[in-house]
């Protein structure tokens, strides 16, 4: 079966700092990848996709970016955070080929940026 | 407007008790439509797909309405732990392939 994670769960950051989160899916070859934002009280902001390895698709400008690096492997980048990045991020994935239409989300990461 | 709008809520609800969300969608290209679930804290997750025809699962009922763009969720004999947010989700194909938009979520509390 198929398991998605995301490191760290919670963080806390000071303005100005740089951020990396990290998910990694198990068990599927070549998913589509994406990052979510939800900030609180608020639905959830689609960021980042991917389809492929080094193939990124941005959906807001923003402070922040995205890589792909391996196949089951997505990245989130920050070179220095502002107090607006302050959310819960969530790495989602949808695997092509069992045809389903729609995603399933890791446990995300909290980030606090003070 | 919001591409997908629900209220908030909350529902406050007693154990046993049947609720009923709704959720209207603004774009008439989109085709396919779920309900997620998500607890506090924690990450959503897939609850039902909402087929055209509309659809149970247990306790559960999803329903569409395609002319009038809205989605509906009914559960029957709510359970405490039916307590969570109710994410609405529209799927819309792009090029760039399976995009969900996400309503902000109407929260339910069931209570003795």
């Known amino acids: 079966s198929q398991t998605i994670h995301q490191w760290p769960a919670t963080l806390v950051q000071p303005v100005g700092s740089p951020l990396s989160l990290e998910c990694t899916v198990e068990g599927t070859s070549n998913p589509n990848l994406y990052w979510y934002r939800q900030a609180a009280g608020r639905g959830l902001q689609l960021l980042f996709y991917?389809?492929?390895?080094?193939?990124i698709s941005s959906e807001v400008p923003q402070n922040l970016s995205a890589s792909r690096p391996q196949d089951r492997q997505f990245i989130l980048s920050s070179k220095k955070l502002l107090l607006s990045d302050s959310g819960f991020y969530l790495c989602?994935?949808?695997?092509?080929?069992?045809?389903?239409?729609?995603?399933?989300f890791g446990p995300g990461t909290r980030l606090l940026v003070l | 407007r919001k591409e997908v709008e629900q209220d908030p809520g909350p529902f406050n609800v007693p154990e046993g008790a049947t609720v009923a969300f709704n959720c209207t969608y603004s774009?008439?290209?989109?085709?396919?439509f779920f309900w997620y679930r998500q607890d506090c804290r924690k990450e959503p997750k897939l609850l039902m797909s909402?087929?055209?025809s509309g659809n149970e699962d247990g306790r559960f009922t999803a329903q569409l309405n395609r002319a009038s763009q809205y989605i509906s969720l009914l559960i029957r004999d709510s359970k405490l732990s039916d307590s969570a947010t109710y994410l609405c989700v529209v799927k819309i194909l792009t090029g760039g392939g399976n995009k969900l938009t996400f309503g902000t979520g109407t929260q339910l509390k069931v209570e003795l």
């Open positions: 991917s389809v492929g390895i080094g193939q």
């Open positions: 774009n008439s290209a989109s085709q396919s």
């Open positions: 909402v087929y055209s």
């Open positions: 989602a994935w949808r695997d092509l080929g069992q045809g389903k239409e729609t995603q399933y």
